[in-house]
């Protein structure tokens, strides 16, 4: 879990990183505006993502996220400030 305040920059961060590390070709570059589908995430994949999302976070989060925001800057932007996300759970 993060220390301190998550902004959407690190959120956005955490989401690049995470699908580097995870994805079939790890030298493909992964930026903000990579959508889930390009990516390759299917539903099992997108489920464990929003997982380790929540655990990093300490934050329970809608599985259906990735399908609803559909790129790691619509991921982010949501969860750093939108009802149900990282804000939302810390009461604001």
């Known amino acids: ?35 889930f589908a390009e990516l390759g995430l299917d539903s099992a994949s997108s489920a464990y993502f929003i997982v380790e999302l929540e655990e990093w976070l300490g934050a329970e989060l809608w599985p259906e996220l990735v399908f609803e925001y559909p790129t790691i800057s619509a991921l982010a932007h949501f969860v750093a400030h939108g009802k149900g996300g990282v804000a939302d759970a810390a009461g604001g």
């Not at 959407?8 to 990579?34: F, H, M, V």
């Open 1 to 35: 879990m993060p220390s301190g305040t998550v902004t959407e920059a690190d959120i956005r961060d955490w989401c690049i990183a995470y699908l580097q590390r995870t994805a079939d070709n790890p030298s493909i570059a992964i930026g903000p505006e990579a959508s």
